[in-house]
């Protein structure tokens, strides 16, 4: 019987169609060749800041009820020159994120063969690591508020707090160890910086110590994210599973996509770990205006969050295929101008699609 998945679908802004749009070509390449195993159904929703600008608003009201009942999400990315970023993120992404609490985000770092690196280490092709996200708390909760503005030009205050609950922590530091027990080394490492923070951080200190006892075959350390930064940079061999707050980890994603050669190849998903809702796939670059419609954005990390659907999705198999197909591809040379290369878009989508043929037949 063919299994059958529902997956709503939001290009967004910018270079998110064009890439959202490679990625299901992509997915529907894998199902025609599945021979009926399964296939994939889509409803694309226009949400973004095109729909903003026409509805006062990122998403309809409804949006975040309408996505329970799919089996995943595959989401482009959001900004564009007239809607503040502040409006897109918390209007779209983060109001999904939030209301279907995928509070698990997990971004790997890995060195692809054939793209250019910003860093030099002597087993370049061997680091491959894995940052975890609080996905739904912490600097990112949203609570505060601005005010005083009656006060004058210059007089007002605005108020930002962020959020630590000791389940928050829990969970997503349990979900590193898990993760940690399916990896070739089993490590992880936690990132704070509870010297400066010293309530909710700490209690982050104080959960990471506890639930470490419960997993004495996984090895362990702590680091303050400064500390950590330079450690992304002068000794990355040390690093396998990275936990860390919404803020801290989002930025040292960032580094590791750059130091790994672009944040065009980044990519990520949003879970619920439970299933109790579905998750969302997403690359970690942004919406690129600048380049949209000219067809030489970067589909890899958009394409390799299909595969990080397929897993989620139990086709465990075809998600390892088409990870090794982006491997094929980029070691061949064919890469897009932000990894320096001169290949399009539709070119590497093509080659990874071959490529995918090939990894196919071989198994």
Not at 186 to 205: F, H, I, P, R
């Amino acid at each position: 019987m063919t299994k059958k998945f529902n997956i709503a679908v939001i290009p967004g802004d910018g270079v998110g169609k064009e890439v959202v749009a490679e990625g299901i070509k992509v997915l529907n390449h894998m199902a025609e060749q599945s021979n009926g195993e399964f296939e994939f159904e889509y409803d694309y929703y226009p949400w973004g800041c095109e729909y903003y600008l026409e509805h006062g608003k990122m998403i309809s009201d409804d949006g975040v009820e309408k996505m329970r009942g799919y089996d995943a999400i595959y989401f482009g990315a959001v900004g564009f020159p007239g809607v503040p970023d502040h409006v897109s993120l918390w209007g779209l992404r983060l109001a999904i994120c939030q209301g279907l609490d995928q509070w698990a985000n997990i971004r790997p770092v890995e060195f692809l063969p054939g793209v250019p690196r910003r860093v030099t280490h002597p087993d370049a092709d061997n680091l491959n690591w894995l940052l975890i996200r609080e996905n739904s708390e912490g600097e990112y909760s949203g609570i505060g508020g601005r005010n005083f503005d009656g006060r004058g030009e210059g007089q007002e205050v605005a108020v930002q707090t962020s959020l630590f609950t000791e389940k928050g922590c829990e969970r997503i530091i349990r979900f590193a160890f898990d993760t940690a027990r399916t990896r070739k080394r089993k490590k992880v490492t936690s990132v704070t910086k509870s010297n400066a923070q010293q309530y909710g951080m700490v209690l982050w200190d104080e959960v990471f110590e506890r639930v470490s006892k419960e997993y004495p075959d996984v090895e362990t350390d702590q680091w303050l994210v400064d500390a950590m930064a330079a450690q992304f940079v002068m000794h990355p061999e040390d690093l396998e599973v990275v936990v860390a707050s919404n803020l801290f980890a989002d930025i040292l994603s960032d580094l590791g996509s750059a130091l790994s050669g672009s944040l065009g190849i980044a990519s990520s998903a949003n879970l619920n770990p439970e299933g109790r809702t579905p998750s969302m796939f997403e690359s970690v670059h942004g919406s690129a205006p600048d380049i949209a419609g000219k067809g030489i954005a970067n589909p890899i990390g958009t394409i390799d969050s299909a595969s990080l659907m397929l897993d989620h999705l139990g086709l465990k198999k075809e998600a390892k295929a088409l990870h090794e197909a982006i491997r094929a591809t980029t070691g061949k040379g064919i890469l897009t101008r932000d990894i320096g290369g001169n290949y399009d878009t539709e070119d590497v989508t093509g080659t990874i699609i071959e490529n995918l043929s090939a990894v196919t037949d071989k198994a």
